[in-house]
């Protein structure tokens, strides 16, 4: 090998480990990565509780209101176009079919799971002895995972107070002789 050759790959060698370097340096200082100088990385992300809410307001924490205020001022119109998304799965009509869910014509004061020609989850089951009470109706639509552990419903839940008591008013609206709401 001569030295010619020799010269040009050794350049080659020093100008990449230049540039490599030379680089690294340009990069510290466009974006300035000193992490002794903060105080904590990254960024902070708070959330207030309902209650520290409240508090920081001024006012205090909402009690929940009972189902029976919430009945007394629900639409049960509304309540329909609310039912338009339960619809996919559910049938509303008398002697309708079950679909991926029970039929729900008359579902209020009806004992949990026993709706005939569906099979129902071992935690619907487990909840045979009890009713659909506007109690129950309302814990489940606003949280089904949470009052039947195990459903086969996929639906999350409505959290809305007054979409949900929409939703129960048309429900109740779904029977040859409607039950009474419950006292506000």
């Known amino acids: 090998m001569n030295s010619w050759t020799f010269n040009k790959i050794a350049g080659a060698v020093l100008g990449t480990a230049l540039l490599v370097f030379g680089l690294k340096g340009i990069t510290g200082l466009i974006y300035q990565t000193h992490p002794a100088s903060h105080e904590k990385p990254g960024f902070a992300i708070e959330v207030a509780e309902a209650a520290g809410e409240a508090a920081a307001g001024g006012g205090e924490a909402e009690a929940p209101k009972s189902i029976g205020a919430l009945l007394a001022a629900a639409d049960a119109t509304k ?106």
Not at 103 to 131: C, F, M, N, P, Q
Not at 142 to 147: E, R
Not at 160 to 173: E, M, T, V
Request: proline letters at 7%; charged letters at 20%.
């Open 79 to 184: 309540g329909a176009a609310e039912a338009k998304a339960c619809a996919a799965c559910h049938d509303f009509t008398k002697g309708g079919p079950n679909k991926t869910g029970p039929g729900l014509w008359d579902v209020v004061e009806r004992k949990i799971a026993s709706h005939e020609g569906y099979a129902y989850s071992e935690g619907a089951t487990a909840k045979a002895a009890e009713t659909w009470t506007y109690d129950n109706l309302n814990a489940f639509i606003a949280n089904p995972k949470g009052f039947v552990a195990g459903t086969k419903m996929a639906f999350g839940g409505i959290k809305n107070d007054a979409k949900r008591a929409n939703l129960i008013a048309y429900l109740a609206s779904l029977s040859d002789a409607p039950k009474p709401f419950p006292a506000p």
